[in-house]
C-alpha cells in the first residue's frame, strides 16, 4: 500500500471527512514520526510496533565490482520492530498460507 492507497481507504471509510482532510492528516502523522526520528526519539504505536534510530559506525567496506577498500562515513538509520499484535496477526490469522509464504522467499529459502 503506498501513501495515496492509505488516503483513499482512510477518506471511503470516514465519509464525513474531505478527502484534503485525509490527506492531510496523514502528512501530519508521517511528518511528526519523522521529526521524532530526526531528534533521536522513539516513536511507539502500541499494536503496530516501534520506530527508532540506529547508529552505523564509520567502517572500512568493499566496492563489490573491483574489491576495492572504500571508506564508508557513520549515519544513523531509521529501524523499525514489529509490535506483538503484528507479528501474531501476520503470523496466526492464515493470511500467510504456504503458497504464499514460498512466493515471497523463493524456492530453498526457510
Same mark, same amino acid.
Given at each position: +500500500?503506498?501513501?495515496?492507497? @492509505?488516503?483513499?481507504? @482512510?477518506?471511503?471509510? $470516514?465519509?464525513?471527512? &474531505?478527502?484534503? !482532510?485525509?490527506?492531510?492528516?496523514?502528512?501530519?502523522? &508521517?511528518?511528526?514520526? /519523522?521529526?521524532? @526520528?530526526?531528534?533521536?526519539?522513539?516513536? =511507539?504505536?502500541? %499494536?503496530?510496533?516501534?520506530?527508532?534510530?540506529?547508529?552505523? *559506525?564509520?567502517?572500512?567496506?568493499? $566496492? *563489490?565490482?573491483? %574489491? =576495492?577498500?572504500?571508506?564508508? =562515513?557513520?549515519?544513523? /538509520? *531509521?529501524? &523499525?520492530?514489529?509490535?506483538?499484535?503484528?507479528? !501474531?496477526? +501476520?503470523?496466526?490469522?492464515?493470511?500467510?498460507?504456504?503458497?504464499? /509464504?514460498?512466493? +515471497? /522467499?523463493? *524456492?530453498?529459502?526457510?
Amino acid at each position: +500500500m503506498i501513501k495515496s492507497e @492509505l488516503v483513499q481507504k @482512510l477518506a471511503d471509510e $470516514n465519509p464525513n471527512l &474531505f478527502h484534503r !482532510d485525509v490527506e492531510r492528516i496523514v502528512s501530519i502523522v &508521517f511528518d511528526e514520526i /519523522t521529526d521524532s @526520528l530526526a531528534r533521536g526519539d522513539r516513536v =511507539e504505536l502500541r %499494536g503496530f510496533g516501534a520506530f527508532s534510530v540506529k547508529h552505523r *559506525p564509520a567502517r572500512v567496506g568493499r $566496492n *563489490p565490482r573491483s %574489491g =576495492e577498500a572504500v571508506s564508508i =562515513e557513520e549515519k544513523w /538509520t *531509521p529501524f &523499525f520492530k514489529a509490535g506483538k499484535e503484528l507479528r !501474531d496477526r +501476520m503470523n496466526h490469522d492464515g493470511r500467510f498460507s504456504a503458497a504464499a /509464504t514460498q512466493a +515471497m /522467499t523463493g *524456492p530453498g529459502d526457510t
